[in-house]
């Protein structure tokens, strides 16, 4: 495995976390429901770590540098909009 898959993924996963953090609160602030909320938690991170393992594996280069960015900005832009 090449280093840069490794770090790609670890620029994806920890921004991603903090992402699933921001859904989560968000589904409990517009719903109430715990259920609501740990659905909200597990396909947010399910969809996190569907997209680490092709990080790992198969995405080429400009897809996993670009995902990794994607995620990041849309993470920062949610902690700064809430």
Do not use: K, N, Q
Not at 17 to 27: D, K, Q, S, T
Not at 62 to 72: D, E, F, I, K
């Amino acid at each position: 495995m090449e280093a840069w898959r490794i770090l790609a993924t670890v620029l994806l996963a920890v921004p991603g976390l903090v992402g699933v953090a921001i859904v989560m609160a968000l589904a409990r602030d517009r719903t109430g429901r715990p259920g609501t909320v740990t659905v909200a938690g597990l396909v947010s991170f399910t969809a996190l770590a569907v997209a680490c393992v092709l990080t790992l594996t198969v995405l080429p280069v400009p897809a996993t540098w670009a995902l990794a960015g994607g995620v990041a900005l849309m993470v920062s832009v949610a902690a700064l909009v809430s």
